[in-house]
């Protein structure tokens, strides 16, 4: 089983910066990949970005790229999400994501709430 605890959500306005993170626990040896994804009102959940463990690729969505980067802390266990040049159309709900392919199993955070807004 992995737990994720996301932080690091708020209020900010138009091209302004956030930076999410997302901790990790329990059986977080087993992990594979890690990533961020959103779900704006009335919209279906996207993948914002996703980092692999061992090699630590990364992959954005086209919406963000070059504005945002996902790194980690494997000795924290833990995944960021730097958010610069905001728009109002990256208010959301972000979501931590986790997946340990052997056994099929993917884990989710409870959601940070992010607002564009002037």
């Known amino acids: 089983q992995v737990q994720l605890v996301e932080s690091g959500g708020g209020l900010v306005q138009p091209g302004g910066s956030l930076r999410l993170s997302c901790a990790a626990s329990?059986?977080?040896?087993?992990?594979?990949?890690m990533g961020w994804y959103r779900q704006a009102p009335g919209k279906q959940r996207e993948v914002v970005a996703i980092?692999?463990?061992?090699?630590?690729?990364?992959n954005y969505a086209d919406s963000v790229k070059g504005r945002f980067t996902i790194s980690r802390d494997n000795r924290k266990n833990t995944v960021y999400l730097q958010m610069n040049s905001l728009k109002p159309e990256d208010t959301a709900v972000y979501y931590c994501y986790a997946v340990i392919l052997r056994t099929t199993s993917e884990y989710w955070g409870q959601g940070t709430q992010v607002t564009i807004s002037s």
């Open positions: 329990g059986s977080t040896f087993n992990i594979n990949a």
């Open positions: 980092i692999i463990n061992t090699s630590g690729s990364t």
